[in-house]
């Protein structure tokens, strides 16, 4: 687990501090490695206690050094880069092949119809509102985290996503003194919403 830390630590700082710049003209991200090497101490302990296998932890541990730096770089810029989200989509088909209780073809209708359905649901919303509603980004990460749970999970991973989002729509609401809030990255909510209930799904079929 130690091993992996150390790698995840660089590998999350080497993406913060090259993606902005290289590919948004944006700032890149300086993060203690210090605090992110016991963040990922601190997660690698939930990671050995559910599997003994070594390719699900060193997945877990791709799943961790793809969401964590999507989630800073989406909350500082508001972007989510396509060379980070679409690792993340294949890594969770692999993830679905490898483990015992993985169901690829899920995994893939899961990914159609979260994409399909945000596509429609935004566009449909879009030319009522006639305004922007969702980033093209926040579609892709659906899809890919929607890789990770499959299909019966995608209403559990949108739910708490939308609850989440109103969340953090709400507190800028009142960090700006009740002036409209025109956006809120909502990349954050959906890696929360994943997280969460991937290790939860994991956990119950360890106990099962």
């Known amino acids: 687990m130690l091993f992996f830390s150390i790698i995840s630590t660089f590998v999350t ?28 101490i601190f997660i690698g302990l939930f990671i050995v206690f559910l599997f003994n296998d070594l390719l699900a932890i060193i997945l877990f541990f791709g799943f961790l050094n793809l969401v964590i730096p999507l989630f800073i770089i989406d909350l500082k810029t508001g972007y989510l880069p396509d060379i980070l989200t679409y690792p993340l989509l294949w890594l969770g088909l692999l993830y679905q092949v490898w483990m015992p209780h993985g169901n690829v073809v899920s995994a893939i209708y899961a990914v159609i119809l979260s994409f399909t359905m945000m596509v429609v649901i935004t566009t449909l919303v879009e030319k009522i509102k006639k305004r922007p509603q969702m980033g093209r980004g ?16 995608l209403p559990y991973l949108l739910g708490l996503a939308a609850f989440l989002g109103l969340i953090q729509y709400g507190i800028g609401y009142l960090k700006l003194k009740n002036k409209q809030v025109v956006s809120i990255p909502f990349g954050p909510a959906i890696i929360l919403s994943a997280s969460l209930w991937l290790y939860l799904f994991n956990a119950n079929n360890i106990l099962i």
């Open 138 to 153: 926040d579609f892709k990460l659906i899809a890919a985290c929607a890789a990770w749970l499959g299909i019966l999970q």
């Open 13 to 40: 700082n080497k993406i913060l501090n090259s993606l902005p710049e290289k590919y948004f003209e944006e700032k890149n991200i300086i993060i203690s490695k210090g605090y992110c090497f016991i963040f990922y």
